[in-house]
C-alpha cells in the first residue's frame, strides 16, 4: 500500500492560563498535548483517529493540515513535509472541521466559484464538478441562499463541497459529523466510503464509535496525547466490540482516571 500521510514523533505543549490551573487542579503551567505521536495512513483507506474530548485528536489534525506546528516531529502529506514544505501540503488536502467558518455574507455558488479560482482550476473542470457537487449534497436548492440564513446542516454541506473543489488526493476531517442531523451525518459518511473507493486517503478524527466502525480500515486510538493503538480495525477490536475495547485500553493506560 502507498503510504499518503506519515506523522513521526509529533509533539505538542500549550501553555496553561492561571484559570486553567485553578479549573483542573493542576500545579503545572504547560500541558503536553500531543506526546510522540506517530502512524500512517494509505491510498484508498480511511484511517480513524479516535479518542477522549481533549485527549490530543484535533491538534495532530491541525498539524498534519498545517494550520498548527509541532514542537517536534514531523509528518508529511504525500511526501511533502508539514514543516519544511506547508504549502505544497495545503495544495494537497482537504481539511474539514465543525469549527470551520465560511463567510456569511457570500453563497454556496459564490464560495465555490471562489475558492475554485483560488486553486487554478479550469473554468470548465470547476463547472462540472461543482454540477455534481451541489447535486449529491442538495447544495444546489440554496446555492444562492446567503450563508447566514442557512441552517447548521446547511453550513456544514457547503464547507464539505468548497473543501473538495480541488479534488484532493488526501481527506483530513475532524469531528465531520459534530452538530448535523442524522440525515445530514448519513450524507457525510456514506460519501466517505464513497471517496475511499477512488483511491484517496482520508483521515477522520472523531468521539463517535459508530462512525469509526461504519467506514474506518483502521484505527489510531489516543489517550492523554499518547497514541495507545493503531492497526486494523480487527486487530484492535481483538474479538470485542469497539466501544469494550475503547475502554479497557483506556482503563489499561489511566488505571481508571478520568481525564
Same mark, same amino acid.
Given at each position: 500500500? $502507498?503510504?499518503?500521510?506519515?506523522?513521526?514523533?509529533?509533539?505538542?505543549?500549550?501553555?496553561?492560563?492561571?484559570?486553567?490551573?485553578?479549573?483542573s487542579r493542576s500545579p503545572h503551567t504547560h500541558k503536553v498535548a500531543v506526546?510522540?505521536?506517530?502512524? $500512517?495512513?494509505?491510498?484508498? $483507506?480511511?484511517?480513524?483517529?479516535?479518542?477522549?474530548?481533549?485527549?490530543?485528536?484535533?491538534?495532530?489534525?491541525?498539524?498534519l493540515s498545517t494550520l498548527?506546528?509541532?514542537?517536534?516531529?514531523?509528518?508529511?502529506?504525500?511526501?511533502?513535509?508539514?514543516k519544511e514544505d506547508p504549502e505544497g501540503v495545503r495544495r494537497s488536502i482537504a481539511f474539514l472541521t465543525?469549527?470551520?467558518?465560511?463567510?456569511?455574507?457570500?453563497?454556496?455558488?459564490?464560495m465555490y466559484d471562489f475558492y475554485s479560482n483560488l486553486h487554478g482550476i479550469d473554468p470548465e473542470v470547476a463547472r462540472e464538478r461543482k454540477t455534481k457537487l451541489f447535486e449529491k449534497f442538495g447544495v444546489d436548492t440554496f446555492a444562492e441562499v446567503k450563508i447566514s440564513e442557512m441552517s447548521q446542516g446547511m453550513k456544514q454541506?457547503?464547507?464539505?463541497?468548497?473543501?473538495?473543489?480541488?479534488?484532493?488526493?488526501?481527506i483530513i476531517f475532524d469531528e465531520p459529523t459534530n452538530g448535523?442531523?442524522?440525515?445530514?451525518?448519513?450524507?457525510?459518511?456514506?460519501?466517505?466510503? $464513497?471517496?475511499?473507493?477512488?483511491?484517496?486517503?482520508?483521515?477522520?478524527?472523531?468521539?463517535?464509535?459508530?462512525?469509526?466502525?461504519?467506514?474506518?480500515?483502521r484505527i489510531g486510538i489516543i489517550v492523554d496525547g499518547k497514541m495507545v493503538a493503531d492497526d486494523t480495525m480487527k486487530k484492535v477490536?481483538?474479538?470485542?466490540?469497539?466501544?469494550?475495547?475503547?475502554?479497557?485500553?483506556f482503563d489499561e493506560v489511566t488505571g481508571g482516571r478520568a481525564l
Open positions: 500500500m $502507498e503510504t499518503f500521510i506519515k506523522a513521526s514523533g509529533l509533539r505538542k505543549t500549550f501553555k496553561i492560563s492561571r484559570k486553567q490551573q485553578k479549573i506526546d510522540d505521536v506517530s502512524f $500512517e495512513c494509505y491510498a484508498g $483507506e480511511i484511517y480513524g483517529l479516535l479518542g477522549p474530548n481533549g485527549a490530543g485528536k484535533t491538534t495532530v489534525m491541525r498539524i498548527m506546528k509541532a514542537d517536534e516531529g514531523d509528518a508529511t502529506v504525500l511526501g511533502k513535509s508539514v465543525s469549527e470551520l467558518k465560511l463567510d456569511e455574507f457570500f453563497t454556496p455558488n459564490y454541506k457547503t464547507s464539505l463541497v468548497v473543501s473538495l473543489v480541488h479534488d484532493p488526493k488526501v448535523l442531523d442524522i440525515l445530514t451525518a448519513k450524507v457525510v459518511t456514506d460519501f466517505l466510503a $464513497e471517496l475511499k473507493g477512488k483511491d484517496k486517503c482520508i483521515i477522520v478524527s472523531t468521539h463517535i464509535f459508530s462512525l469509526i466502525e461504519k467506514v474506518c480500515d477490536c481483538d474479538g470485542m466490540t469497539l466501544e469494550d475495547r475503547f475502554f479497557k485500553i
